[in-house]
C-alpha cells in the first residue's frame, strides 16, 4: 500500500514539474497565441516613437504589450539587445547593423524591415549647396557606416570625389579630391546637428534630424535618394529568437497597410515605408 501510494505521489509530481518546464519556455512564443499577454521591449529612436505608438496599439490587439524604451545614440541599443536588456531593436540601416555586429561580435539578427531616412546636408548659413565656398568646414557622422554614407552625399552633390575602389563602407582615406578644400569634420552622430551653429553644413540622420526639430523634408539643402537598400531600417533580434512567433507577428503589424499609411502621413516623406523581406536587401 505505501509502495503504490509512494508511487502514486512520484507520477504526480512529474507530471507537475514537466507541466511547470514547458510552461516556462519561450514565454514570448505562445502567451499571444494562448491568450496571454507577453510583454516586448523595442528599442528605437525617439523620432521613430509616433509609429511604434501605433503598432503598440495594434499589437495589444493581438496580446502583445510593447514596451518602448528610447535611446538617443547608436552604440546602446545594440548592446542592449545583446545582453538581453530589450527583446528587439528598430533604429538602424542594414548597412550600419552589418558593420556593427561584426565589429563588436555581436550575435544578432535582422528579422524585418521599416522604412527608409534618406540622409540630408543641413545649413542654417547657405540655402543651396552650390553657396558652400572653399574651405568652409562640413560636419559628418563619424560611425564607419554613417561616415561612408555621408562622403557618398558629399560626391552626390558634387562637392568631392571618392576613389573608384569606393564601395560604401570607407573613410575619409577614399576621399580623392577636395576641390574646394571642405574641412570634413566627423563627429559622434548625436551631435551633427549642434555642428549647425558653427559649421557651415551638417550632414545629418534622418532620425537625428526630427530629434533636434528639424524637418528632414524641406530642411535639407541636399539630400539623398531613398533606392538604396544598404539604408533600410530594420527590426534586430538576438539570432536565438530570430524565429520566435510573437517578434514575428511584430514585424507583421509594423508592415501592415494602416502602419505604411501612417509613415506616409506622419513622415511627409522623410520616412518611406519599406515592407520587402530582409533576404532582398542586397547592396
Known sequence: MKKSLFAL????????????????????????????ETTVKVGISPAELPTWNL?????AKENINIKIVKFSDYVQPNIALNNGDIDLNAFQTVIYFDAFKE??????????????WPM????????DIKDIKDGDQIIVPNDATNLSRALALLQKAGLIKLSSKFTGTEGMESIKENPKHLKITPVEAGQTPRGLDDATASI????????????????????????????????????KNKDNKTYQKIVDIFQKKEVSDFIKKQYKGAAIPVTKPVSELKY
Do not use: R, W
Open 9 to 36: 505521489i512520484l507520477v504526480l509530481v512529474l507530471i507537475v514539474t514537466a507541466a511547470c518546464g514547458s510552461s516556462k519556455e519561450s514565454k514570448n512564443e505562445s502567451s499571444s497565441s494562448s491568450g496571454k
Open 55 to 59: 503598432v503598440k496599439k495594434l499589437a
Open 103 to 116: 565589429q563588436h561580435h555581436l550575435d544578432l539578427t535582422a528579422i524585418g524591415t521599416t522604412a527608409i
Open 120 to 127: 540630408g546636408i543641413y545649413s542654417k548659413k547657405v540655402k
Open 204 to 239: 545629418i540622420n534622418c532620425d537625428m534630424a526630427i530629434n533636434a526639430g528639424l524637418n528632414p523634408t524641406s530642411d535639407p539643402i541636399f539630400h539623398e535618394d531613398a533606392s538604396n537598400n544598404a539604408y533600410v531600417n530594420i527590426i534586430a533580434a538576438h539570432t
